[in-house]
């Protein structure tokens, strides 16, 4: 499904990596056609935030790459929150297409400026 998903930060809480197992399908179906190209990490989240699990996202899409962290609220996983748990996952998703999307823009500004010689 994903080029690859790590889990091993959660290896010592079981429920934090039944909660991350859970979120990573729902990230599937999110993500779509990349998913295979996609690299998933997941953290507990730092103390002190609103977030249990810290995910991070990483993909290569025409020689353009890009990384982004974002957390994962508990609402989601309350019985019936589970939209919760899909914005959450999509906050993370739009910052990382935010960063492939400039980081491509500076890729087509480059070519478009480079000196030429006449």
Known sequence: MFKSVDYSALDGDPNLKAKAEHATGVLGGLIGTWRDDTEVRWCPAAPGTDAVLELTLALTV?????????????????????????????????????????????????????????
């Open 62 to 118: 025409e020689s353009v790459s890009g990384t982004a962290t974002g957390g994962v609220g508990p609402r989601g996983y309350a019985p019936g929150h589970e939209h919760a748990l899909r914005i959450d996952l999509r906050d993370v998703l739009l910052d990382l297409f935010g960063v492939l999307s400039r980081r491509q823009l500076e890729r087509i500004e480059a070519f478009v400026f480079e000196p030429t010689e006449v």
